[in-house]
């Protein structure tokens, strides 16, 4: 019998930050690009527009992403520090603290003192920084990696927008803008589900409701706000 025990929870911070990443790139780009082109600007004008979108975009998205995992992660090295100064000042406290959690879990006061005491004599910081703090190696975040993906999914989710400019003119320029962007989204949703253990039909929906809605608000607001070509 084969038995596929393989979580997804190593995955989730580089699909979060990709699947964010490249969302943002198709949504907003193609936004952007259908409000403007709506408005009766200029042909010419909207890939400078939508190449604008996309390096703003890029860069936003990385220091976005550096300055939130960042944060995140000093302020879990200010909370292992504290936790460290508790087990120097109080051991046998700290025990009991850890032996706690362990009964609120299911275990036996005894079996949770000698499973605290056992955890502690090998790995005392680890064994509170784990059960106590909910820290762990899953939930750490790479700054530097989660910006990188930030920018270049990003980047892959605005081309596909940008680069219908250069290929459709004229009055299917609009529509043909939508229709890419809508099925990116839904490939997006669907891979990004997979990968990640979730439904697929979910995942797309999601994405596609909430592309859909950000693209009629700007071809509204375009519409609105016409100016001379």
């Not at 400078?48 to 995140?72: K, N, P, R, T």
């Not at 009629?216 to 016409?226: E, K, L, P, R």
Request: glycine share 10%; proline share 2%.
């Amino acid at each position: 019998m084969d038995y596929n025990h393989e979580h997804k929870a190593g995955r989730i911070g580089w699909i979060r930050a990709v699947v964010l990443g490249a969302n943002d790139g198709i949504v907003s780009t193609a936004s952007l690009i259908v409000g403007i082109a709506a408005s009766q600007v200029a042909p010419e004008h909207l890939f400078i527009v939508g190449l604008a979108a996309l390096v703003a975009g890029a860069m936003s998205m990385a220091a976005g992403e550096f300055v939130s995992v960042s944060s995140q992660t000093d302020i879990e090295h200010a909370e292992i520090s504290l936790e460290q100064k508790h087990i120097d000042r109080n051991w046998v406290a700290e025990e009991k603290e850890l032996a706690n959690i362990y009964v609120e879990r299911g275990l036996e006061g005894d079996l949770a003192m000698q499973v605290a005491k056992q955890l502690m004599a090998k790995d005392a910081i680890g064994s509170h920084v784990r059960d106590e703090l909910g820290i762990t190696e899953q939930s750490q975040g790479n700054p530097f990696q989660a910006a990188l993906f930030s920018a270049l999914s990003f980047t892959a989710g605005a081309l596909l927008p940008l680069l219908t400019v250069l290929v459709v003119n004229g009055p299917l320029l609009i529509p043909s803008i939508v229709i890419v962007s809508l099925l990116s989204l839904v490939l997006l949703g669907s891979v990004s589900a997979k990968i990640g253990g979730a439904s697929i039909l979910k995942g797309s929906l999601r994405v596609l409701i909430w592309g859909s809605l950000a693209m009629a608000v700007s071809i509204a607001v375009g519409n609105i706000f016409q100016v001379s070509g």
